[in-house]
């Protein structure tokens, strides 16, 4: 088989106001205090691709507009909902007045590897990753209903912050489904 990439047109992508106006998965991301602006453009990229809801930018997480942003976000920043809270304490408050569970993707004492979860179809998550080198704050992982670490076999101790939210988002929908 001979394989042809297919063109823009092709994919049959929509438009901001038609993506806006459709169901969108009950899930949240709350960005921890991520500082590379690249990082937080690859997060709105991947939750535009996974059509989950909305993203919460926490702390000193940065904010559109921004070029850095925009490089990694190719447009997704002006598709995805967001919204800034000063705190992280205040981010999972707000939502957890709404009803989401609380899931860290951290390593922490008692943790599950990614996969064990399962996942409801009917509940709404916010899903919580932290800054690149001090992770979800111990404050927050104190206060999850869950936390879920993604195995790993190499020598270093985590995975980049926007890689592990793809993943965290892949196997979390995967499973759902």
């Known amino acids: 088989m001979r394989y042809r990439k297919l063109s823009l047109d ?83 408050a707000y939502y957890r007045s709404l009803g989401y569970r609380v899931i860290v993707l951290e390593q922490c004492e008692g943790s599950e590897p990614l996969g064990a979860y399962p996942f409801e179809v009917s509940v709404p998550y916010l899903l919580v990753v932290g800054n690149e080198v001090e992770g979800v704050a111990q404050e927050i992982a104190s206060g999850a209903d869950r936390c879920i670490e993604i195995p790993q076999c190499g020598t270093k101790h985590s995975l980049n912050v926007a890689t592990a939210a793809g993943i965290l988002l892949w196997e979390m929908l995967r499973l759902r489904d």
């Open 10 to 92: 092709e994919l049959g992508r929509v438009d901001i106001p038609t993506f806006r106006s459709q169901n969108k998965h009950p899930i949240v991301l709350l960005l921890d205090n991520v500082r590379s602006l690249q990082n937080v453009g690859a997060m709105f990229r991947t939750a535009d691709a996974f059509g989950i809801s909305e993203l919460a930018l926490c702390g000193i997480t940065g904010r559109p507009p921004h070029r850095e942003i925009h490089s990694a976000a190719l447009g997704a920043e002006d598709s995805m909902l967001w919204q800034y809270f000063a705190t992280s304490v205040e981010g999972v």
